[in-house]
């Protein structure tokens, strides 16, 4: 199994999410999506999940969980989530501020 690195960005994400989840329905509802989320990442870490490439240049891949898409890359050893971008966002552009 890979081992994971969450990059500051990808930790707002989190953050902003399960809030934005508390507020619209409910601490339980916040934490059931936090773990669809995790389940993925897990999935990304074993192996059985490797997204579809993203950014060639930056070597972006992309897997999506529900609303949201998880950015990550693929090191031989390593997956590093870097940024999990809700569907109706636009994507290319935050890519680039990353």
């Given at each position: 199994?890979?081992?994971?690195?969450?990059?500051?960005q990808a930790?707002?994400?989190?953050?902003?999410?399960?809030?934005?989840?508390?507020?619209?329905?409910?601490?339980e509802q916040a934490d059931k999506y936090y773990n669809f989320i995790f389940a993925e990442i897990y999935k990304l870490q074993l192996?059985?999940?490797t997204g579809r490439l993203l950014d060639e240049?930056?070597?972006y891949f992309v897997t999506r969980v529900k609303s949201h898409y998880i950015?990550?890359?693929?090191?031989?050893a390593e997956i590093?989530?870097?940024?999990?971008?809700h569907v109706k966002r636009?994507?290319?552009?935050?890519?680039r501020m990353l």
């Open positions: 199994m890979k081992s994971l690195t969450i990059s500051g930790k707002k994400d989190l953050r902003s999410i399960w809030t934005y989840t508390v507020k619209q329905w409910a601490v192996g059985t999940n240049g930056k070597e950015v990550f890359r693929s090191l031989p590093v989530i870097v940024s999990i971008i636009n994507m290319q552009r935050r890519l």
